[in-house]
């Protein structure tokens, strides 16, 4: 059983560009939530898909956006990039759709994006 | 303000020599507790959820507690292996933060030979 996956791994952008990461949930997921984390810090809450549409957001400006797909991946876009937006982006899948109970996030390996 | 925060920020052990690292959250409402592994450059890997205060989960050499207002992840007889981030994350219950995982610093953990 294949676990979340993320590609590319290493991408390298300029101040000003934009660039999108990709991400594939666990098989049997259905919720995709996606985390930055700058060296040394523990990730940031950006945003979280279910069932194609953005269900909450954290504190990140518009430049973020993402989209989730039928097939439940996940894409996240940044526009108009910062020399800040360097970090590792972490994509979470998680099975949400049953309540009552929390379901744990698992994490994919993570993109790491330098802006030069 | 929800808000997590792990102790001691570095640790280092022998192997075998076991301790304990901490996490302490003041949430509005608590929905879970997750405890993760990160190695250097890598994503979190999934060690442990609790839910409620009293509650205790283990894995090898790793055993989760939960109270009221903090966790501990105790460690025993660790091995050079065990060396890595451990980070404590808490999902809250309020409406319109409930979906997110708010994170501590982590502890970065070192045991030597």
């Known amino acids: 059983d294949a676990g979340v996956t993320q590609s590319p791994t290493h991408l390298i952008k300029t101040r000003g560009q934009q660039v999108t990461l990709r991400c594939s949930p666990k098989?049997?997921?259905?919720?995709v939530s996606w985390y930055q984390q700058a060296l040394g810090q523990g990730p940031q809450f950006i945003f979280q898909y279910y069932e194609e549409e953005e269900r909450q957001r954290g504190n990140f400006p518009d430049r973020f956006s993402g989209h989730q797909f039928p097939n439940y991946s996940s894409e996240l876009n940044v526009n108009a990039l910062l020399l800040g937006d360097s970090a590792l982006y972490l994509c979470?899948?998680?099975?949400?759709?049953?309540?009552?109970?929390?379901?744990?996030?698992?994490f994919g390996p993570g993109t790491r994006l330098t802006v030069l | 303000e929800d808000q997590v925060t792990q102790s001691p920020e570095a640790l280092r052990l022998q192997e075998g020599e076991s301790s304990s690292l901490n996490c302490s959250y003041t949430?509005?409402?608590?929905?879970?507790l997750f405890w993760y592994r990160q190695d250097p450059g890598k994503g979190p890997e999934f060690l442990f959820t609790?839910?409620?205060?009293?509650e205790e989960k283990e894995k090898e050499r790793l055993k989760a507690t939960l109270t009221k207002k903090e966790s501990f992840l105790h460690i025993t007889a660790p091995k050079p292996e065990d060396s890595a981030t451990y980070l404590c994350a808490v999902r809250p219950s309020n409406a319109g933060n409930n979906r997110k995982l708010i994170w501590g610093l982590g502890t970065s953990l070192a045991v030597n030979p």
């Open positions: 609790l839910y409620s205060a009293g």
């Open positions: 979470a899948s998680s099975a949400e759709r049953a309540s009552g109970v929390v379901y744990t996030q698992y």
């Open positions: 949430v509005s409402g608590l929905r879970g």
């Open positions: 098989s049997g997921h259905d919720t």
